[in-house]
Antibody, heavy 122, light 107 residues
Framework: EVQLVESGGGLVQPGGSLRLSCEAS????????MSWVRQAPGKGLEWVSG????????YYADSVKGRFTISRDNSKNTLYLQMNSLRAEDTALYYC???????????????WGQGSLVTVSS | DIQMTQSPSSLSASVGDRVTITCRAS??????LAWYQQKPGKVPKLLIY???TLQSGVPSRFSGSGSGTDFTLTISSLQPEDVATYYC?????????FGQGTKVEIK
């Protein structure tokens, strides 16, 4: 059974940093691209960042480029999102999402974690 | 970047009604389109990929169609458990943009 468990969210002041983690199980982690998708309170889904199965290729939404860094440790079956220079508009539930296709780049997502809440406020 | 626009933003229909949601891409995305269902307080669930292929386990009352820039998600006979927000998502190239969502309620 595929499981994705996020952790690392919390309350942080504007300009601060947080690192989210997503521990994966139930599939061959290194074979699949992974993404982070966020959802602000009461709002829609926003793709944030994606990474290839090997970790060699990374992709970012313009809204987070230069502030967020996605990475993965395939030996630990874990996906990360380092978030720096956080802003109020980054407040959201951050989902870890598994790609449905074995491939190099993200596509569509067949499994989602329960999410980790990030609140940016003074 | 390619924009994804859904319509309507919300709708209210009766049980048994046929419901259609539209998703329009600002540029040709071929059939690189997925649909998700998100029930209140729940995680998004993949319904359809490649514009018209039903994900395993999804009821057959859901169907998708379209190619290029115009796509539709159809619920052939709306059920109470279909109350949710539905999102389209393109996946031809980065960024992997979602539509703004369509909230479906029961009248």
């Amino acid at each position: 059974e595929v499981q994705l468990v996020e952790s690392g969210g919390g309350l942080v002041q504007p300009g601060g940093s947080l690192r989210l983690s997503c521990e994966a199980s139930g599939f061959t982690f290194s074979s699949y691209a992974m993404s982070w998708v966020r959802q602000a309170p009461g709002k829609g889904l926003e793709w944030v960042s994606g990474i290839s199965g090997s970790g060699g290729s990374t992709y970012y939404a313009d809204s987070v480029k230069g502030r967020f860094t996605i990475s993965r440790d395939n030996s630990k079956n874990t996906l990360y999102l380092q978030m720096n220079s956080l802003r109020a508009e980054d407040t959201a539930l951050y989902y870890c999402a598994k790609d449905a296709i074995r491939g190099v780049i993200p596509s569509y997502f067949d499994y989602w974690g329960q999410g980790s809440l990030v609140t940016v406020s003074s | 970047d390619i924009q994804m626009t859904q319509s309507p933003s919300s709708l209210s229909a009766s049980v048994g009604d046929r419901v259609t949601i539209t998703c329009r891409a600002s540029q040709d995305i071929s059939n690189y389109l997925a649909w998700y269902q998100q029930k209140p307080g729940k995680v998004p669930k993949l319904l359809i990929y490649a514009a018209s292929t039903l994900q395993s386990g999804v009821p057959s009352r859901f169907s998708g169609s379209g190619s290029g820039t115009d796509f539709t998600l159809t619920i052939s006979s709306l059920q109470p458990e279909d109350v949710a927000t539905y999102y389209c998502q393109k996946y031809n190239i980065a960024p992997w943009t979602f539509g703004q969502g369509t909230k479906v309620e029961i009248k």
